[in-house]
C-alpha cells in the first residue's frame, strides 16, 4: 500500500532500487577490471622483457584480453539495465503525470495547461540512459585507486588525491557559475514555449488584426533572455570542461615525468611509471565525466524537482463508493464559487432545486456567473462553500469515470480531439454504432456527417478536416447527448447555429426532455425559450429570478414595461416644459 507522505515518484523510484543495486554491483566489477590494463603493464614490464619469455606474453595477453571482454560485456549490461529502468519509470510514472498535468491544467481553468511535465518525464528518462549517470557509480572507485596508487609509490597517491581535490574544486565551480544560470534559463524556455502554444492557437486572430509582429517581440524579447542565461552557462561550463580536459591530460603526463624519475632512482620498475599514468587517468575519468555532464545533470535535477513538486501537489484521487445511476434530481445549497486560483467569489450564495426532466434555462448579462454556475454543476470547479447534489449526493463524491457517461456538457469554446467523428461522439470509448447515430440524429447532423468524405470515419484535426463553427457545435451536441445522460448542460448551444441549426436544437431539446433528463441550457437568445419548463435569471452571481417560465417571463416583461415608462416620464416631463 502507498505510503501517505510518498508520491507516485517516490514509489517508482523504490521500486527501482533493485536495478540501480544491480547497476551498482556490475559497476563494481567494472571498475575492478578497470585495473586490469595497469597490471597488465605492470607483468609485461616486470615478467616479459625482463625474461624474454614468449610465452608469458602470449598468456598474458589473453587472460587481459579476456577480462577486458568480460568488462566490455559488463558495461553492455548495465546499461541495459538502466535502458529497463528507464523504461519501467515511464510505465509507472507516464500515467500519474499524464492525469496531474490534467488536474493541475483543470484547478487552474486552464491557464497552466501544458504538456512540461510529459517532457521532464522524458528528459529524466534519457538521463538514465546516458553515460553522465554512470559517472556517479564510477566515483566512489577513487579511494580505491587512489589506495592502488599509493602501493606503487606514496608520490602517486598523493598527486593522485591532489588532482582529486582540484578536479572536485572545478565540479564545485562548475556547478556555482552553472547552476542557476541553466535552471533559470529552462525555466524561462518552458514558459517561452507555453506562450508560444498559446499564440499559436489564436493564428486566425493575430492575423486579422495584425498584432503579429508586437506577439513575436515580446516573445524575442523573453528569448534573448533565455539565449542570454544559456550562453552564460554554456560559457562557464565551457570553460571548466576545458580545464578539467587539460589539467587532467596536465597531470597524467606529469605523472609520467615523476614515474620516469623514480625509476631512474631505482625506486620503482618502468612498468609501474606507466601503470601509474594509466590508473590516474582512470581515477579521475569519473570527475572528469561528471563536469562534462553536468549541464545534462542539472536539467535532471530541475526535472526531478518540478516532477516531484507537481505529483506531491498531486495526489491521486481518494477510491470512491459506487452509487446508483442518477435520476437527474439537482439541488444546490448556499453555493460560493470563485474562479480556480481566485479568492474573489463569482457565484454568492447561490441555492435552488430541479427536478429530475425538468429543462432550466439561465439567462442574464455577461459576466452574470451563468458559465461559472455551469461548471459548478459539473463539479469541475470545487465550491468554497455549500454543495451541489445529484440525487442528494455532492456531486464531488461521484467517481468521475461512473458518473462521466451519465453527463453531457457542451462548452462555450467547442473542442473536438484528433480521430474520427465517430470516435468524438461517442467520447473516445468503444463505439456503438446506434447509439452514435441516434446522438447524431438528435443533435440534427447525422445527414450532414453522411456528406463528409469518410461519413462517420472522417478524421478531425491537423490530419483530417476541418469543420465550421457551426457542424462542430453540432458534433459537439451529439457528443454531450451519447447514450442516456441524465444530467446535460448546455452553454450557448445556439450561438454559431442558422436557422435550420436552431430548429434541429429545439427538436433535439424535445426529444432529450423525453428521456427524463435534467437539462440547463444557457443562453442570450430569446429563440429556445420555448422549450423550457423553468427560467432562472442571474445578475452579478446571484439568482435574481427561478420558477416555471411563463411566470419569470411575465415578471420580466412587467419589469421591462416600467423600466420604459420611468424612463419616458422625464422625457414628457421636457417636452411640457
Not at 559517472?135 to 609509490?153: E, R
Not at 625509476?263 to 572528469?288: C, F, K, N, W, Y
Amino acid at each position: 500500500m502507498r505510503n501517505a507522505q510518498e508520491n507516485a515518484l517516490k514509489v517508482a523510484l523504490k521500486a527501482c532500487k533493485g536495478s540501480f543495486i544491480s547497476v551498482g554491483f556490475f559497476s563494481f566489477f567494472v571498475n575492478a577490471l578497470m585495473l586490469v590494463p595497469s597490471f597488465y603493464m605492470l607483468q609485461v614490464y616486470g615478467r616479459v622483457v625482463t625474461s624474454g619469455s614468449i610465452s608469458t606474453l602470449v598468456m598474458l595477453t589473453i587472460i587481459m584480453t579476456v577480462l577486458m571482454i568480460t568488462m566490455g560485456a559488463l558495461e553492455w549490461v548495465r546499461s541495459r539495465i538502466m535502458v529497463r529502468v528507464s523504461t519501467k519509470l515511464d510505465v509507472l510514472l507516464s500515467r500519474d503525470v499524464y492525469r496531474a498535468s490534467f488536474k493541475r491544467a483543470l484547478d487552474s481553468g486552464g491557464m497552466d495547461a501544458s504538456a512540461q511535465p510529459l517532457n521532464d518525464l522524458t528528459g529524466l528518462r534519457q538521463f538514465l540512459t546516458g553515460n553522465g549517470l554512470f559517472a556517479f557509480f564510477d566515483a566512489p572507485w577513487l579511494p580505491i585507486y587512489i589506495g592502488v596508487m599509493f602501493l606503487f609509490h606514496p608520490w602517486f597517491g598523493w598527486i593522485a588525491i591532489a588532482s582529486a581535490i582540484v578536479l572536485l574544486c572545478l565540479a564545485v565551480a562548475n556547478e556555482r557559475l552553472t547552476g542557476k544560470s541553466i535552471a533559470e534559463a529552462n525555466k524561462q524556455n518552458i514558459a517561452a514555449n507555453l506562450h508560444t502554444n498559446k499564440t499559436l492557437r489564436n493564428a486566425e486572430v493575430i492575423e486579422s488584426m495584425g498584432m503579429l509582429q508586437t506577439l513575436m517581440g515580446r516573445w524575442g524579447q523573453r528569448q534573448r533572455k533565455v539565449l542570454v542565461l544559456q550562453s552564460e552557462a554554456s560559457d562557464n561550463g565551457g570553460l571548466i570542461t576545458s580545464l578539467s580536459k587539460s589539467f587532467r591530460m596536465l597531470i597524467q603526463s606529469l605523472i609520467l615525468g615523476v614515474g620516469a624519475y623514480l625509476a631512474v632512482q631505482h625506486e620503482i620498475t618502468p612498468g609501474l611509471m606507466i601503470a601509474g599514468s594509466i590508473l590516474l587517468g582512470r581515477a579521475l575519468a569519473p570527475i572528469d565525466l561528471i563536469i562534462g555532464s553536468w549541464k545534462g545533470f542539472i536539467a535532471a535535477r530541475s526535472q526531478y524537482s518540478r516532477l516531484n513538486e507537481m505529483l506531491d501537489l498531486q495526489q491521486a484521487e481518494p477510491q470512491r463508493m459506487s452509487l446508483p445511476a442518477p435520476e437527474g434530481n439537482v439541488q444546490v445549497e448556499n453555493l460560493i464559487v470563485a474562479a480556480p486560483g481566485s479568492k474573489n467569489p463569482i457565484l454568492k450564495n447561490i441555492t435552488f432545486a430541479a427536478p429530475a426532466g425538468a429543462v432550466v434555462g439561465i439567462i442574464g448579462p455577461s459576466a452574470s456567473g451563468k458559465s461559472t454556475l455551469a461548471r459548478a454543476l459539473l463539479g469541475v470547479w470545487s465550491p468554497q462553500h455549500g454543495v451541489v447534489r445529484l440525487d442528494g449526493a455532492d456531486i464531488n463524491n461521484w467517481d468521475k469515470q461512473e458518473l462521466g457517461p451519465h453527463v453531457g456538457y457542451l462548452p462555450q469554446d467547442i473542442e473536438l480531439f484528433e480521430g474520427s467523428i465517430s470516435d468524438n461522439i461517442a467520447r473516445f470509448g468503444d463505439i456503438d454504432s446506434e447509439k452514435v447515430i441516434a446522438a447524431a440524429k438528435t443533435a440534427g447532423v447525422h445527414e450532414m456527417v453522411l456528406q463528409l468524405p469518410d461519413g462517420y470515419d472522417t478524421v478531425i484535426g491537423t490530419a483530417g478536416v476541418n469543420l465550421s463553427g457551426g457542424q462542430r457545435q453540432r458534433i459537439g451536441l451529439a457528443r454531450a447527448i451519447y447514450g442516456t445522460p441524465r444530467l446535460i448542460i448546455l452553454d450557448e448551444p445556439n450561438s454559431n447555429l442558422d436557422e435550420v441549426g436552431e430548429r434541429a436544437l429545439a427538436l433535439a431539446i424535445q426529444q432529450l426532455k423525453a428521456t427524463g433528463a435534467t437539462i440547463f441550457v444557457i443562453t442570450h437568445r430569446t429563440s429556445i425559450l420555448g422549450q423550457l419548463d423553468r427560467l432562472m435569471v442571474m445578475t452579478g452571481g446571484t439568482i435574481n429570478m427561478y420558477g416555471p417560465r411563463d411566470q419569470v417571463m411575465a415578471e420580466l416583461n412587467k419589469q421591462q414595461s416600467a423600466a420604459q415608462a420611468q424612463a419616458s416620464q422625464p422625457a414628457v416631463a421636457s417636452a411640457r416644459s
